[in-house]
């Protein structure tokens, strides 16, 4: 690492130390970036110089050409280094539900040399403090719906100076009426973090995921260019907010790199999205196998024929999934495995070379194995620790969990794999305990620890337990207090305090009271058995 732009240098006095990165690889020629990069500069000023009148982001009522979309991140570019003071390094915390101004500020973010810290809208203010805390976030830009749990969070957030509201009670729109429609990038190295993604452990504790400009170009010229292939004439829609990355490829960087368009749901329920997608004429769709499978009875109530290409990711895609979609639009669903420490997906397949069962081979860029215990590539049928190497990897924001994530070089991402005959990699289960529930990623100890705030609650565990329609759902066995009784009204009331605590997402769907739990003669939790229990009473 050489030459770097950031005033504030933060980020980068808190990268892993090199000897713990994992091997980085640039095996194609296009992922030979040169040493200055500022992704905005080829995502968005490239592009709007080229076609700026194409449209480029469009939601309900509102559709802006790239033209118009470049201009809106110059003011707010503007805004964050007139009005916030905001210098080159620095974190902005992002918080909105999918939708164009949120695009722009994201783009305003890479362009004044910022990092962009985008967070789910559904975090509570507790979740909310621990990141901001973590990445030391000095500036935020926040939708004026989502206010309360951020003012809620402040007093606990010393590094938190500027805030800026848009909408409903804000003031960004009207500091961003005088400033000019253009801005000049900051020189970015192609080395620069840009935008730190944060993602739970199996503890709970937020992992932030460090990546830098190269990084945003590089997941666009692999899985975007080789196995989406898509077109600049493509509208691309979906369901996985903008903080997730799987929604940040698929919604605005995929699009945006060929000059196609991008439709952004606030809402996008299985529901919504399939009466969305003749709306808006859709012919790209990134969406959960939950969803997918949600959709497929009802696809035939909506004209489908704008649609073309489906890609699924999030959590495994079972068979069946993909063979009810195909019924039902006669189209093969892509489907990959990615992680919010590789950025986006690294393992896919295209649509001629789909295979039921399999999530398909490493995506050009990229090289994968799996291995045993001890790091030794084992042969195919057998059972191992899925590990990849490729242009983008693990970098934890001041970590120890760095360690455990990179191994010998290879990026280890807590999946068992086998590799069939035929080179295709087969998903088996997670090694361990997070809970992938609709594509959500839920930390079993993090609800546990909302569950015994409630007054009734002495003792509990979490699991994920198998479910069809979500693919695990979060399941509690939980022990009271002496003297209360169980009850279906106590359920709820358990439900109900964990949404208020925690992501409403992530609360228990299945509550079962227990007069105690499996532990060892030390006194610590046999969450494992519980797991087999669970999985034993599969419906």
């Not at 970036?33 to 992704?39: A, D, I, S, T």
């Not at 009207?174 to 400033?179: H, I, N, R, Y």
């Not at 935008?195 to 990084?215: E, N, Q, V, Y």
């Not at 057998?382 to 970098?395: D, F, M, S």
Request: with cysteine; proline share 8%; glycine share 8%.
């Amino acid at each position: 690492m050489g030459y770097s732009a950031h005033l504030d240098t933060f980020a980068r006095d808190h990268l892993p130390p090199k000897t713990e990165w994992p091997e980085l690889i640039f095996p194609l020629p296009e992922l030979a970036y040169p040493e200055r990069l500022n992704c905005a500069s080829e995502l968005l000023d490239r592009m709007a110089a080229r076609h700026p009148e194409r449209p480029c982001v469009r939601a309900t009522g509102l559709r802006w050409t790239y033209r118009e979309l470049l201009e809106q991140a110059n003011r707010i570019a503007q805004v964050l280094t007139q009005e916030m003071g905001l210098v080159p390094g620095n974190r902005v915390l992002l918080r909105a539900p999918n939708h164009p101004l949120l695009v722009a500020a994201w783009f305003a973010v890479m362009k004044a040399g910022g990092i962009a810290v985008t967070t789910m809208p559904l975090l509570r203010a507790k979740e909310l403090s621990e990141v901001i805390n973590k990445a030391q976030i000095s500036h935020a830009l926040c939708d004026g719906r989502l206010r309360e749990e951020l003012e809620n969070a402040r007093p606990d957030c010393p590094s938190l100076r500027q805030v800026v509201y848009w909408g409903e009670g804000g003031s960004l729109e009207a500091l961003m009426a005088g400033k000019s429609p253009t801005f000049h990038n900051v020189e970015t190295a192609s080395d620069d973090v840009c935008l730190i993604a944060f993602t739970s452990g199996t503890t709970g504790k937020p992992k932030g995921c460090m990546h830098f400009h190269r990084d945003v170009l590089a997941i666009c010229d692999t899985f975007g260019k080789h196995i989406l292939r898509a077109s600049p004439e493509d509208v691309f829609i979906g369901s996985p907010p903008l903080a997730f990355t799987f929604g940040l490829g698929g919604l605005v960087l995929f699009p945006l790199r060929i000059g196609a368009s991008s439709v952004l749901l606030e809402r996008a329920s299985p529901e919504l999205l399939l009466a969305a997608i003749p709306e808006f004429k859709a012919s790209v769709v990134f969406t959960s196998p939950t969803a997918y499978r949600v959709m497929a009875p009802l696809a035939k109530n909506h004209d489908l024929s704008s649609l073309r290409k489906c890609v699924s990711a999030g959590e495994p895609l079972p068979a069946s999934t993909r063979q009810l979609w195909k019924e039902a639009t006669g189209i093969e669903l892509i489907d990959g495995i990615g992680a919010t420490e590789m950025l986006h997906i690294f393992i896919s397949h295209t649509e001629e070379e789909a295979k039921p069962g399999a999530t398909g081979k490493p995506v050009p860029g990229y090289t994968a194995c799996v291995l045993d215990e001890l790091g030794n590539p084992l042969p195919p049928g057998q059972v191992g620790r899925l590990a990849v190497k490729g242009p983008t990897g693990c970098r934890y924001l001041a970590d120890e969990r760095q360690r455990n994530y990179v191994q010998h070089g290879w990026n280890i991402t807590g999946d068992a794999y086998i590799v069939d005959e035929e080179g295709y990699f087969v998903y088996q289960a997670r090694t361990d305990d997070m809970i992938v529930s609709a594509g959500y990623n839920i930390a079993g100890p993090e609800v546990e620890e909302a569950l015994l705030l409630h007054p009734s609650v002495a003792e509990c565990a979490v699991v994920g337990a198998p479910d069809p329609e979500r693919g695990q759902i979060v399941k509690a066995y939980v022990v009271l207090q002496p003297g209360l009784t169980p009850s279906a009204e106590l359920v709820k009331d358990l439900q109900d305090f964990v949404k208020q605590k925690i992501a409403p997402y992530k609360y228990p769907r299945s509550i079962e009271f227990r007069s105690s739990l499996p532990r060892t003669q030390t006194g610590k939790l046999q969450r494992y058995l519980l797991r087999k229990e669970a999985e034993g009473n599969r419906v």
